[in-house]
Nanobody, 124 residues
Framework: QVQLMESGGGLVQAGGSLRLSCAAS????????VSWFRQAPGKERELVAT????????NYADSVKGRFTMSRDNAKNMVYLEMISLKPEDTAVYYC?????????????????WGQGTQVTVSS
């Protein structure tokens, strides 16, 4: 059974930092594109960041560029999202998603494997 599990969320003041982790079991992530999505109340799930299989290519939503950094450690089967200078508008549930044959990485429908999400709350 494939499981993705996010951790590292929490409550932080504006300007603060958090590091999210995504651990996989039952599946090797090294062949997958992996992405972080987030969903705020009343809003659609949106792509935050994505990383290629090798980790050599990353892309970010305009709203987080320069503040968030996504990385992966294929040896540990882990993916990370380092978030700095957090803003109240970053408040959302953050999900990691993975799949091998992703053609449109910004589309949540492209991913078969999802974690349960971790809540990030940024207070002003």
């Amino acid at each position: 059974q494939v499981q993705l599990m996010e951790s590292g969320g929490g409550l932080v003041q504006a300007g603060g930092s958090l590091r999210l982790s995504c651990a996989a079991s039952g599946r090797t992530l090294r062949n997958d594109r992996v992405s972080w999505f987030r969903q705020a109340p009343g809003k659609e799930r949106e792509l935050v960041a994505t990383i290629s299989r090798s980790g050599g290519y990353t892309n970010y939503a305009d709203s987080v560029k320069g503040r968030f950094t996504m990385s992966r450690d294929n040896a540990k089967n882990m993916v990370y999202l380092e978030m700095i200078s957090l803003k109240p508008e970053d408040t959302a549930v953050y999900y990691c998603a993975a799949d091998i044959g992703v053609s449109s990485y910004a589309s949540a429908n492209e991913y078969k494997y999802w974690g349960q999400g971790t809540q990030v709350t940024v207070s002003s």
